[in-house]
């Protein structure tokens, strides 16, 4: 099992930045995947940005692409998931969970991923 902690949410203004980060520690293979969802109030989960753990594949939402960049790095023993965030819209605004997937496929699909962060905050205000 992979355990997940998000940070780096807050409220931005339309046109600004964010980075999200995830701290993942635990039980990891190098086939792991790991991405970001979102969830908005009264809507269900959806899709962000996925990156195998090689770094040969990646999957953005349509949504995000040319905005949002997913990377990952490693320091010590903890790996970490970077979503940066540019050119932030008002629908952008949700709760962002860091997801990981044992498979080195990045996948899109919700019920793929085994283990979930507890979410950060997003909010971008108009």
């Known amino acids: 099992q992979v355990q997940l902690v998000e940070s780096g949410g807050g409220l931005v203004q339309a046109g600004g930045s964010l980075r999200l980060s995830c701290a993942a520690s635990?039980?990891?293979?190098?086939?792991?995947?790991m991405g970001w969802f979102r969830q908005a109030p009264g809507k269900e989960r959806e899709f962000v940005a996925a990156?195998?753990?090689?770094?040969?594949?990646?999957?953005?939402a349509d949504s995000v692409k040319g905005r949002f960049t997913i990377s990952r790095d490693n320091v010590k023993k903890t790996a970490y998931l970077y979503l940066q965030m540019n050119s932030l819209k008002v629908e952008d605004t949700a709760v962002y969970y860091c997801?990981?997937?044992?498979?080195?496929?990045?996948?899109?699909?919700?019920?793929?991923?085994?283990?979930w962060g507890q979410g950060t905050q997003v909010i971008v205000s108009s």
């Open positions: 997801a990981a997937r044992g498979s080195n496929y990045p996948s899109t699909a919700t019920d793929e991923y085994e283990d």
């Open positions: 635990g039980r990891f293979f190098s086939s792991y995947t």
């Open positions: 990156r195998s753990w090689t770094g040969d594949r990646t999957n953005y």
